[in-house]
């Protein structure tokens, strides 16, 4: 059993930024894949970001050079670095998390509101 708590979502200007954080509440945390979506109303939830147990990313082609997930895992925590925000990137950033092995389920956060203004 797996639990996702994220926080640090909010309102901010076109290019500023936010850090988004994900608690993982389990065990094994190392051993877990950890990704971020996001839906915005009237889309599709797309993945943002993925970093596996060995700490390599994924991107989506329109966050690269922009937002960096990472992940501490003396915290059991997945941070998203989010720089240079636009108004595209406003919607509901939920944390996602699968065992890297794909024994078990996936696991979904409740999600954290992002609202960037222009």
């Known amino acids: 059993q797996v639990d996702l708590v994220e926080s640090g979502g909010g309102s901010v200007q076109a290019g500023g930024s936010l850090r988004l954080s994900c608690q993982f509440y389990?065990?094994?945390?190392?051993?877990?894949?950890m990704g971020w979506y996001r839906q915005a109303p009237g889309k599709e939830r797309e993945l943002v970001a993925t970093?596996?147990?060995?700490?390599?990313?994924t991107y989506a082609d329109s966050v690269k050079g922009r937002f960096a997930i990472s992940r501490d895992h003396a915290k059991n925590t997945v941070y998203l670095q989010m720089n240079g925000l636009k108004p595209d990137d406003s919607a509901v950033y939920y944390c996602q998390s699968y065992h890297y092995s794909r024994a078990g389920p996936e696991y979904w956060g409740q999600g954290t509101q992002v609202t960037v203004s222009s």
């Open positions: 970093v596996t147990p060995g700490s390599s990313t």
């Open positions: 389990g065990s094994l945390f190392s051993t877990y894949v």
